[in-house]
């Protein structure tokens, strides 16, 4: 089921979107002594990253849901923005020292095996092509990162395009391990991605749109928070 949370002003989402994040991780928490919260890069998450960074609960594991295949240095790279966001923890991150990330899904896949599971919440962004964390339309390793078998991580090469830009090659969570979470919430903001997750909502070609995969799935509700 989808759970919408549309809101006037961006300020006021990012203050709603806080306050549920901690008290998911709260319940979490304290019903079972440790969680994991799994995170997407980009700017306008990064206001509730700080917040949350200057208190977590050391019994909190962070990881990324994707990232580029950059070196953490990169201002490309999304591991950083967590480790600058959240400075006391250790983040768990999917770069490794091999040249493509195909060549290091073993490696990943063990890191991630260490993250307690089902995660406690795993948020989640959208782009204006429809993908959600690297699963972009028809990249190579799609097929295999929406299948019911796929590992908790995946090597993704997309085609490049002005969204993915040059870096087209990805780690990313699959689909199954993006809905292997408590509570799965998906942030966009303007008109346009509001248009382009509407019409996700009952898109039938999943690999033309990779967020729909997410959407109508019904193993979790989707909680989506939007605002102009």
Same mark, same amino acid.
């Given at each position: 089921?989808?759970?919408?949370?549309?809101? $006037?002003?961006? $300020?006021?989402?990012?203050?709603?979107?806080?306050?549920?994040?901690?008290?998911?991780?709260?319940?979490?928490?304290?019903a079972e002594g440790a969680a994991s919260l799994l995170l997407s890069g980009g700017s306008t998450?990064?206001?509730v990253y700080e917040s949350l960074g200057q208190a977590l609960d050391q019994r909190v594991q962070?990881?990324?849901?994707?990232?580029?295949?950059?070196?953490?240095?990169?201002?490309?790279?999304?591991?950083?923005?967590?480790?600058?966001?959240?400075?006391?923890?250790?983040?768990?991150?999917?770069?490794?020292?091999?040249?493509?990330?195909?060549?290091?899904?073993? $490696?990943?896949?063990?890191?991630?095996?260490?993250?307690?599971?089902?995660?406690?919440? /795993?948020?989640?962004?959208?782009?204006?092509?429809?993908?959600?964390?690297?699963?972009?339309?028809?990249?190579?390793?799609?097929?295999?990162?929406?299948?019911?078998?796929?590992? /908790?991580?995946?090597?993704?090469?997309?085609?490049?395009?002005?969204? /993915?830009?040059?870096?087209?090659d990805r780690m990313t969570l699959s689909l199954p391990a993006i809905i292997n979470s408590k509570?799965?919430?998906?942030?966009?903001?303007? $008109?346009?991605?509001?248009?382009?997750?509407?019409?996700?909502?009952?898109?039938?070609?999943?690999?033309? /749109?990779?967020?729909?995969?997410?959407?109508?799935?019904?193993?979790?509700?989707?909680?989506?928070?939007?605002?102009?």
């Open positions: 089921m989808i759970n919408e949370h549309f809101f $006037e002003t961006r $300020e006021a989402l990012l203050a709603q979107l806080q306050s549920d994040m901690q008290a998911q991780i709260d319940a979490v928490l304290a998450p990064g206001p962070v990881a990324l849901v994707d990232d580029r295949w950059v070196d953490v240095g990169h201002k490309g790279s999304n591991e950083a923005l967590l480790k600058r966001c959240f400075p006391n923890h250790a983040v768990t991150g999917m770069k490794t020292a091999d040249e493509k990330p195909q060549a290091a899904t073993q $490696e990943v896949n063990a890191r991630y095996a260490e993250l307690k599971q089902p995660f406690a919440l /795993t948020l989640l962004g959208m782009g204006p092509d429809g993908h959600t964390a690297s699963l972009f339309p028809y990249a190579e390793g799609l097929d295999a990162a929406m299948g019911e078998a796929a590992p /908790t991580c995946c090597a993704i090469t997309a085609t490049q395009s002005e969204v /993915t830009g040059p870096l087209v509570k799965l919430v998906l942030l966009i903001t303007g $008109e346009d991605k509001l248009a382009v997750y509407q019409q996700a909502k009952t898109a039938t070609d999943h690999k033309a /749109t990779p967020v729909a995969a997410v959407l109508q799935q019904a193993r979790v509700d989707v909680d989506v928070y939007w605002a102009k």
